[in-house]
């Protein structure tokens, strides 16, 4: 094979690495605080699923909102991002635009809880449905919601509209299109997680917090002064794999040991761009890359 033709075949085989790096495009995030946290409104289109795995990326959560004075703040922020109320439109709500947050009940139908990871848990703020579904519904803990209607006294969502609603979103218009006969614009409806949307981005500020989400993923570092790789959080039976631009196979390390902490030594290891590959016992990938000069 030609050297051209060898570059182009490794470029197309990084290519995805880039994107699983770099999940969002950072002249497409709007950035702004309250109350000491750290928000980002994403403005890419994502399922409720793949939003929440950018989010965790990124060091957060899809968006948990728990007063009327951080909702009131997210949704100026939204159209101070430059987000137009009708960016798109989803049909199985209403036909208006949203945006994803972290809320869901995929987990138990009309258990709605706060699970902006994706983990299958969180806080139980909301049970059962609004006035257009089953009409139990009832809030817990006197948490704070802020469902289709809310605005009225009367709460008309979250309905499961033909069963398949499970994940929560703000709306930038009322909705049925054209009326606010089951929402306002600003209020929450529960909407098919597979729609694509923006999202909002929560990050704590508690580095307790983030230092435990990392704990379950490797931490990579590379330090030029002594040419090595640290790679930390390993699980045991992990293997790592250095490539180099050409995509050549540098160097192998099969992590048989319990030590959650490897330093491997680049000293030999030409200058130039190289790409870290760490699988993980559970199938997970993780792609890293570094300059050595």
């Known amino acids: 094979m030609k050297k051209s033709s060898k570059i182009f075949v490794v470029l197309l085989f990084f290519f995805p690495i880039f994107l699983f790096s770099q999940c969002a495009d950072e002249q497409n995030i709007y950035k702004f605080s309250f109350n ?13 699923e793949n939003a929440a795995q950018c989010a965790v990326e990124r060091g957060g959560y899809l968006v948990e909102i728990n007063s009327k004075e951080e909702q009131d703040t997210i949704y ?8 137009p109320k009708n960016y798109t439109q989803v049909p199985d709500g209403g036909g208006t635009a949203y945006i994803w947050i ?10 709605w809880i706060w ?5 299958g848990k969180g806080i139980n703020f909301w049970t059962g449905q609004g006035t257009s579904g089953a009409g139990n519904g009832q809030i817990i803990n006197n948490s704070y919601v802020n469902w289709g209607g809310a605005s009225t006294g009367t709460f008309h969502e979250p309905d499961n509209y033909n069963n398949s609603q499970n994940a929560a979103a703000i709306a930038l218009d009322g909705w049925p299109l054209g009326s606010t006969l089951l929402g306002s614009p600003g209020e929450w ?3 098919n997680e597979n729609n694509t949307l923006y999202y909002i981005i929560e990050i704590d500020n508690n580095s307790g917090v983030l230092e435990n989400e990392f704990k379950k993923n490797p931490i990579f570092s590379f330090n030029s002064f002594s ?7 390993l699980q045991q ?11 050549n196979n540098i160097l192998n390390y099969y992590n048989k040991n319990t030590n959650p902490e490897v330093s491997l030594d680049l000293k030999s290891v030409s200058s130039g761009l190289y790409f870290v590959l760490i699988k993980g016992k559970t199938n997970n990938n993780y792609f890293y890359k570094f300059f050595k000069n």
């Open 36 to 48: 000491g946290e750290k928000y980002e409104i994403v403005k890419e289109m994502r399922t409720w």
């Open 76 to 83: 100026k922020a939204i159209f101070a991002a430059g987000i």
């Open 189 to 191: 409806n529960d909407i």
């Open 227 to 233: 040419n090595n790789c640290i790679i930390s959080n």
């Open 237 to 247: 039976n992990s293997q790592i794999s250095l490539f180099d631009f050409l995509g």
């Open 115 to 119: 699970d902006g990871k994706n983990q």
């Open 102 to 111: 972290g809320a869901t009940d995929k987990e138990k139908e009309g258990k």
